[in-house]
């Protein structure tokens, strides 16, 4: 497998992609053409962190609708799993498997080595792309305990209202 990890900067197009969302359905960045999208890459569904996180998107759903932002989740896991996780967390956007690595690797949201011994897992992420595919905020963490910093996202989407 070739790691394509990139640093993506402002301004610059997002990478496209087409993934299987939960449903086993392909869904791609073109889809949202001319709509705000924050994407939010995750490690694994079922874990506590990730929970947390976008449980936190679900419960704020309404605050990302008025900043005219739709959600996407990405995580490494199948779409059988994703739509576990994402029914038992009766999540209400957007959840996709990155289960080849390759978006998770284009976007630089790509841990090579995670925690025991697990390879190849995306990074706690979180994108905005605007209505043209273009990066307009991004915070890739390294540390997948931390949460992203939800206060920045807002802010930014709302700049961008």
């Known amino acids: ?6 640093t ?28 705000t999208v924050t994407i939010l890459f995750f490690p694994l569904a079922f874990t506590g962190v990730c929970t947390e996180e976008l449980c936190h998107m679900r419960d704020n759903y309404s605050k990302y609708e008025k900043l005219n932002s739709e959600i996407i989740a990405i995580s490494v896991d199948s779409p059988f799993t ?10 209400n956007f957007t959840v996709l ?28 992420a979180t994108f905005i792309i605007d209505g043209d595919g273009k990066v307009q ?3 890739v963490l390294d540390n997948a305990g931390n949460l992203p910093n939800f206060t920045a996202l807002e802010e930014a989407l709302a700049k961008l209202n």
């Open 1 to 6: 497998m070739i790691q394509i990890t990139m």
């Open 8 to 35: 993506l900067k402002t301004g610059e197009l997002a990478p496209s992609f087409t993934l299987k969302d939960s449903d086993c359905k392909d869904v791609s960045l073109s889809d949202y053409k001319g709509k």
């Open 82 to 91: 994703l739509a576990k996780f994402k029914a038992d967390n009766n999540l």
């Open 97 to 124: 498997s990155d289960f080849n690595k390759d978006v998770s690797q284009a976007f630089g949201a790509y841990y090579e080595d995670f925690v025991l011994g697990l390879k190849g897992v995306s990074k706690r």
């Open 137 to 139: 905020y991004q915070e």
